[in-house]
């Protein structure tokens, strides 16, 4: 069964998001991080406002979505997500404006026929309900089989099997194996459609982190333990990063990440502020700039307890926890499950505490009520 999760309007509402979950093919101490991270991944899309469907078949899902009212689908796989803010939806909104079949990583395999990486690519539905909504074809070893043998750039993205771009050509080769799209893409090489190559924008902004190999998965790794690192040591910050929407109020106690300003219209005259993180980075750059304020070090994530440090004699308090409990930079090394578990004994001990008033900007139970794609 296809799950839906069907989130608010928002970027490009002509562009349906298929989430293909591969994690079954997984070894399970790979499987349990890339949950955590597709986790991530869903979060991001949910405040992007995209609509996900999510299922193990790749073909039942494009299947699915070109029967709706959509004209792209963004078909992601699990391992794959997106840095750099909004830097990959900005690309591919300006994508969409172009005439074209398929815009992915699409690999010169020599002896075997050319690859569309599962990791993301991008499919034009009126394109491939034209051809009658062909499979997207698996890999098979040892499968020979006669194609037209597309034209490509000398040029490379890095490796030799990275071309910048490919079009239809005008001989056949022998092939001896089958790559993952080997199917869409013939067809789309038969009819004459334009096939694009992800440029920079597309594939910069993006990370993989081929978990279907553990060799490969685990020199990814470095770079979300690096990530982790970095949030908590040495990123900063230095402005307000997310959109806010509170009825204009004036508290007495506001508690916040150090990481913006945004509150100060709410703050009463002789209110109380409370800066807490877990960066110390973070605490001391706010601390330069705002010294009359509290700051404390606290990782909610951990065994701190931000009520420590909280004056729960004044009833007119806003606690903040913006996205603590569903953050880029830890949701990877941190279980869905583990973060809810944070995230509610956190709400009971204040509930139980004193009637403060709860600001998030995106919580770890947001799944609750929508289908969680793993559970």
Known sequence: MINILEFNPGWDRNIAVCFVD????????????????????????YKKGYTVFQWVDEDALINHVSTLEYDFALVVSTGTEFINGTAF???????????????????????????????????????????????????????????????????NWHDDFTPKW??????????????????????????????LVFDEELRNNKKHFYPESPDDFYKQLSWAYHRLNYCHDTYVHTANTETVDLPVKKYDQIVTPASGVWFAEYLSDNGTVIMYDYNKSSLDYWQKQYPDYKFVKCDLLGNDNLLDYVDTSIGNTLINLSNIFNYEGTTFFYSLEYRKFKEE???????????????????????????????
């Open 22 to 45: 591969n994690t079954r093919q997984y070894q399970p101490e790979i499987r349990q991080l890339i949950k955590n991270q597709a986790d991530g991944v869903l979060s991001n899309l």
């Open 89 to 155: 939806f900005d690309a591919l909104s300006n994508l969409i404006t172009k005439d074209f079949f398929i815009a992915g990583h699409i690999l010169d395999r020599s002896d075997a026929y050319y690859e569309l990486h599962h990791q993301c690519y991008v499919i034009n539905l009126k394109h491939y309900k034209q051809l009658g909504n062909p499979k997207i074809g698996k890999q098979q070893l040892g499968a020979k089989h006669k194609q037209w043998m597309p034209w490509r750039s000398r040029e």
């Open 345 to 375: 004994k956190l709400l009971k001990a204040i509930n139980d505490k004193f009637d403060a008033e709860i600001y998030f900007s995106l919580k770890a139970s947001l799944f609750d009520t929508i289908p969680t794609w793993h559970l």
């Open 166 to 195: 490919v079009s239809v050509g005008d001989d056949t080769k022998q092939y001896n194996h089958q790559c993952h799209g080997w199917n869409i893409l013939s067809k789309g090489f038969e009819e004459g459609y334009t096939m």
